[in-house]
């Protein structure tokens, strides 16, 4: 076998085997989307009564609380950035990541200064790798977040922002994740997630106008409100956990598909050109048997005479 | 028809359990409350402690809640909680590991969480 052609030999092999380890990362991403959506609706029910229920202490009573007021002036803002552990998923981490960039950048515009908080290794990395500050950073779970990941992310944020600012608090709260739209759409998106604004939880829970029923509150409204309040914002970063993880296994699969096609397309021209190599060989040393019986033919002719 | 109400047991990550009842059983910071069809819309902050459900067909459903609220309006009840287990689903034995656990260790939530389980199980 000539050179050229094993060289092609080789590479066909290498590129199969890829194929076949792509083709297996996709249906196992396939898979996983589904059950992350799956976790994405049953959360759903627990999320909606949640909602009904701030609603309910937001219109039934004058209550103020930190986590619903707004600050006059806000010296500091917290970022929170989910990133996924792990890559291969196109381009899920660096627009998750761009989106909080600009974000940071909107918010120093204004004036204010920026803690970020990130969850996942790819964030993680990225900002050290700039050397750039982070406040607290988790990782490990972002595959199949569980409801105790979301409450260990939420704690130290809810703590910040009940915090004074003159005593290294801050004084909002925004939110940086991947919205799993459809399984070819996810968009990464920010949302500001606190102070509360009581208005916009209203209308989400009863965008009909629907008029919720006089609540009797046990024990009291103010006790309600505080038990309530954070409990809702870890549900938010719960979903917004879910939403990420739906969305980085889809990313990984679309990644890894068309990872799987071009190895099928180089599969298909690399065969081709070893073809052409084999072709080229045989032709070769047709004209060489050719040329060397020709050659015997005049030399037996020659002696003849 | 008996009067019923519509109970819906809920965790942060699943429905837990579903159905009519006649009257649930709860305990809330300022002490058991039970709530029966027709009641005043109501929302209280729970405690960790045990939750009976008695069903319109004559059932009894126990469940362990730790943290969570209770809300009720327009006959639907809504018992919220971050953990919620029905009674048939607790492992007796891994409760009683967990309680003797977290007495040792000292760690009060862990032991209160194992506690109501206990009981929980033991009211089936």
């Keep these: 076998m000539g050179a050229q052609l094993r060289v092609y030999k080789r590479r066909i092999r290498s590129v199969t085997a890829t194929k076949k380890i792509t ?9 996983r989307v589904v059950k992350a959506q799956r976790k994405v609706a049953a959360s759903t029910p627990y999320a909606q009564e949640l909602t009904r229920a701030v609603t309910a202490v937001g219109t039934g009573s ?19 950035l989910l990133t996924s552990d792990r890559g291969l998923a196109g381009a899920f981490n660096s ?33 050290n790798f700039r050397e750039r500050k982070i ?28 915090k004074d600012t003159a005593e290294g608090g801050v ?68 979903n917004a956990l879910l939403q990420s993880a739906a969305s980085k296994h889809a990313a ?5 598909k068309s990872a799987t096609d071009n190895a099928g397309d180089l599969i298909t021209s690399l065969s081709r050109l070893a073809n052409a190599a084999r072709q080229a060989e045989i032709t070769q040393e047709i004209s060489e048997i050719v040329g060397g019986s020709a050659a015997l033919a005049d030399a037996s002719a020659g002696s003849d005479r | ?35 029966m069809p027709g009641h005043q819309p109501l929302l209280g902050v729970l405690e960790s402690g045990p939750v009976t459900i008695r069903t319109s067909d004559g059932g ?21 909680a971050e953990i919620a287990e029905l009674s048939d689903e607790i492992d007796v034995q891994r409760a009683e590991r967990e309680l003797e656990r977290a007495k040792a260790e000292g760690d009060a939530a862990a032991e209160r969480r194992a506690d109501v389980r206990l009981r929980a199980a033991t009211a089936r």
């Design chain 1, 23 to 31: 083709k297996a990362m996709e249906m196992i991403a396939a898979s």
């Design chain 1, 62 to 80: 004058n209550t103020k609380h930190p986590l619903t007021t707004q600050a006059e002036t806000v010296v500091r803002s917290a970022v929170l």
């Design chain 1, 95 to 127: 627009s998750a990541i761009k989106t909080a960039e600009k974000l940071t950048e909107r918010l120093e515009r204004e004036g204010k200064e920026v803690e970020i908080y990130i969850v996942g290794r790819r964030g993680v990395a990225h900002y």
């Design chain 1, 135 to 162: 406040t607290e950073s988790w990782g490990g779970f972002t595959d199949q977040p569980t409801y105790a990941d979301a409450k260990k992310v939420a704690a130290p944020l809810i703590e910040a922002i009940e």
């Design chain 1, 171 to 238: 004084d909002e709260l925004h939110i940086v994740f991947t919205e799993f739209v459809s399984m070819m759409t996810q968009t990464a998106l920010d949302d500001r997630l606190l102070p509360l604004s009581l208005e916009d939880v209203a209308k989400e829970a009863a965008p009909q106008g629907e008029i919720l029923p006089l609540y009797d509150f046990e024990p009291s409204a103010e006790d309600v409100l505080d038990a309530l309040l954070p409990r809702y914002v870890e549900s938010r970063i719960y």
């Design chain 1, 252 to 256: 990984t699969r679309r990644a890894m």
């Design chain 2, 1 to 35: 028809m008996a009067a019923e109400l519509h109970v819906a047991l809920v965790a942060a990550d699943r429905e837990v359990w579903s159905g009519e009842a006649t009257l649930v059983v709860a305990r809330t910071t300022s002490g058991d409350i039970g709530v």
């Design chain 2, 60 to 80: 009894t459903v126990v469940a362990a809640v730790h943290g969570g609220f209770i809300s009720f309006a327009d006959n639907k009840l809504s018992l919220l």
